[in-house]
């Protein structure tokens, strides 16, 4: 049997949150949605530190939804560690993002992200967005094997 794999989006701003999961459940997507809203507890939370000491870390999110402006620590940093440690680098890890900086595109891409989608204003635009990006990354998208989990 396979394990159902979770979503985890790092996002600091409550409406793009609910939002993004609002979309999430209407594309019936029923998979986990793990929120964290900071870069520190993003980290916390993949390596299984601090409030999330001794998580199953076998079973890491079938996608990551980054935010780039954060609080604590930015996105780009968190996809830097993430990049930098065996048991995260092929984590997919997609930027959903306000930022229009072609530095922080850039950056982001050469640090290793898997996508990068600018989040529209409209909220008719933003649900379809995080409707496709789930539907992409959970059904579609084949994981590398070492991330392909079996209960």
Same mark, same amino acid.
């Given at each position: 049997?396979?394990?159902?794999?979770?979503?985890?989006?790092?996002?600091?701003?409550?409406?793009?949150?609910?939002?993004?999961?609002?979309?999430?459940?209407?594309?019936?997507?029923?998979?986990?949605i793990?929120?964290?809203?900071?870069?520190?507890?993003?980290?916390?939370?993949?390596?299984? %530190?601090?409030?999330?000491?001794? %998580?199953?870390?076998?079973?890491?999110?079938?996608?990551?939804l980054?935010?780039?402006k954060?609080?604590?620590?930015?996105?780009?940093?968190?996809?830097?560690?993430?990049?930098?440690?065996?048991?995260?680098?092929?984590?997919?890890?997609?930027?959903?993002?306000?930022?229009?900086?072609?530095?922080?595109?850039?950056?982001?891409?050469?640090?290793?992200?898997?996508?990068?989608?600018?989040?529209?204003?409209?909220?008719l635009?933003?649900?379809q967005?995080?409707?496709?990006?789930?539907?992409?990354?959970?059904?579609l998208?084949?994981?590398?094997?070492?991330?392909?989990?079996?209960s």
């Amino acid at each position: 049997m396979v394990r159902e794999r979770s979503i985890l989006l790092v996002e600091d701003n409550p409406d793009d949150e609910v939002l993004a999961i609002r979309a999430l459940r209407r594309s019936r997507i029923t998979n986990e949605i793990v929120v964290v809203h900071d870069g520190v507890e993003a980290l916390d939370y993949l390596f299984g %530190r601090g409030a999330y000491a001794g %998580r199953d870390l076998s079973n890491q999110p079938a996608v990551i939804l980054l935010d780039l402006k954060l609080p604590r620590m930015d996105g780009i940093e968190v996809l830097r560690e993430l990049r930098a440690h065996e048991s995260t680098r092929l984590l997919p890890i997609v930027i959903l993002t306000t930022s229009e900086e072609e530095q922080d595109v850039i950056n982001s891409y050469s640090l290793g992200c898997n996508s990068y989608v600018r989040k529209p204003i409209d909220f008719l635009q933003f649900s379809q967005a995080v409707q496709q990006l789930g539907m992409y990354w959970l059904l579609l998208n084949e994981a590398p094997p070492s991330y392909q989990r079996l209960s």
